[in-house]
């Protein structure tokens, strides 16, 4: 950088996840522009949700190098837009728009300093959601209709809804309030990520053991609510418990988990194989299936995973 270089705000929501950089992106801190990432580098989903969780908004790029950056996003968008994916059915045209105010709704939740205050919106933007969700035919064509790339938590937190509302109705759960308590518990089963707090010179695996306790803070969020129900308490404190007893916070096995937090385990599991994947979506679903088939297994309700991947072998 020479002296006179002049930086842009670049919003938040124009980084591609995982692409690599078209220029130096900097972050200002102490008065200062600190360079983030260098040109050819790439943001992932981890280094993207640590600038999510500490309020970043924007980061800044050089004026001059603005051109490439609109390039850069403008062809991804293009690309993506141009990936073929099941046209949908005229009774779900308005799912892309609900899913698209989910997401800007977990956005501001992810960003705010007072996530509690917003839960309420969240959760009547969830039921819209489950609504959408439930117009869906007995088997979507391609899961690709109701699953796109998990770039951060923001589109894992969609996802993880969308999909287990899905699940939910397909494995025979018919009544809406039921559904929409799936669907709200996957919305927002991640909302205490941003309470933890990592400094950057920590290492991953100390970074990964103070993330645990992100089940605890969700449930601590929700718990200043009275009108956020008891079931979606239940499935965000409770959604990394396994079957086999080896998850956390409190370990608890099978039956000691309540019944709709075993869907959503299941459908929080397969987005974050699929989002670390390689290929194509369809070629990271099916390695996710083949993965949780045969290695995973012991971590979910036997009856309902079989059931599950049933479903979702049906999608892909
Ligand atoms: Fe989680
Ligand atoms: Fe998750």
């Known amino acids: ?24 992106v900097y972050v200002h801190i102490d008065f200062r522009f600190i360079t983030f990432r260098a040109e050819g580098d790439t943001i992932d989903r981890i280094a993207f949700d640590r600038l999510l969780f500490k309020k970043i908004r924007s980061v800044f790029i ?32 308005e799912f892309p728009k609900v899913r698209e105010e989910a997401h800007r709704k977990m956005m501001d939740i992810f960003l705010s300093d007072h996530p509690d205050k917003i839960v309420q919106q969240t959760l009547e933007t969830s039921k819209k959601l ?37 699940l939910a109705m397909q494995m025979g759960y018919s009544h809406a309030l039921i559904l929409q308590h799936v669907g709200m518990g996957g919305l927002l089963h991640d909302i205490g990520k941003p309470r933890i707090k990592v400094s950057d010179s920590e290492t991953p695996e100390v970074i990964a053991i103070k993330m645990k306790d992100h089940p605890t803070m969700g ?43 075993r869907i959503v385990a299941i459908a929080n599991v397969f987005d974050n194989i699929v989002s670390n994947g390689k290929g194509t979506l369809r070629e990271r679903q099916k390695a996710a299936i083949n993965e949780i088939d045969q290695n995973l297994f012991r971590k979910f309700d036997p009856q309902k995973l079989e059931k599950a991947l049933k479903i979702l072998k049906m999608g892909v």
Not at 73 to 80: D, L, W
Not at 220 to 235: A, F, G, H, W
């Open 1 to 24: 950088m020479a002296l006179g270089d002049q930086y842009v705000t670049w919003n938040l929501e124009q980084i591609l996840v995982g692409e690599p950089l078209p220029g130096n």
């Open 62 to 93: 050089l004026e001059q190098d603005r051109p490439k950056f609109q390039n850069w996003y403008g062809k991804i968008q293009e690309a993506e837009a141009a990936t073929p994916v099941e046209p949908l059915a005229p009774q779900n045209k």
């Open 130 to 166: 489950v609504v959408e969700v439930m117009k869906f035919p007995y088997a979507v064509k391609t899961l690709s209709q109701l699953q796109s790339f998990s770039r951060s938590s923001v589109d894992h937190s969609v996802n993880v809804s969308i999909l287990s509302t899905y």
């Open 219 to 261: 449930l601590r969020i929700l718990d200043t609510q009275s009108k956020v129900p008891n079931e979606v308490k239940m499935i965000v404190a409770q959604h990394h418990e396994t079957h086999d007893a080896s998850g956390y916070p409190k370990k608890l096995r099978g039956s000691a988990i309540y019944d709709l937090t």
